[in-house]
């Protein structure tokens, strides 16, 4: 059984910093393109970051852009995203996704992954 698990959520003040962490396990991702998504209450999942296979790619949500960076160690199976600069706009629901299929692109679209965890909260207060 594939899954999925996110942690390094929590409450943080306003210009504080997280590092989020998903660690996948059922099967390896080190050939799959890897993001993070974000949900806040009574609006809809947004794309926050994606990375290639290799790490070497990048793409990223222009707000968040500057503020986060996304990274990933093939070897244990875990990508991470390392949030600065929180806003109480980053307050939400943040989920990891895996593309299933290996030497993807970098894609902002839900629809494009396939495997999605149960997400870790992030609240910013100000």
């Known amino acids: 059984q594939v899954q999925l698990v996110e942690s390094g959520g929590g409450l943080v003040q306003a210009g504080g910093s997280l590092r989020l962490s998903c660690a996948a396990s059922g099967r390896t991702f080190s050939r799959n393109t890897m993001g993070w998504f974000r949900q806040a209450p009574g609006k809809e999942r947004e794309f926050v970051a994606a990375i290639t296979w290799t790490g070497g790619g990048t793409y990223y949500a222009g707000s968040v852009k500057g503020r986060f960076t996304i990274s990933r160690d093939n070897a244990k199976n875990t990508v991470y995203l390392q949030m600065n600069s929180l806003k109480p706009d980053d307050t939400a629901v943040y989920c990891c996704?895996?593309?299933?299929?290996?030497?993807?692109?970098?894609?902002?679209?839900?629809?494009?992954?396939?495997?999605w965890g149960q997400g870790t909260q992030v609240t910013v207060s100000s």
């Open positions: 996704a895996a593309d299933a299929d290996p030497y993807g692109s970098l894609y902002f679209t839900g629809a494009m992954y396939d495997y």
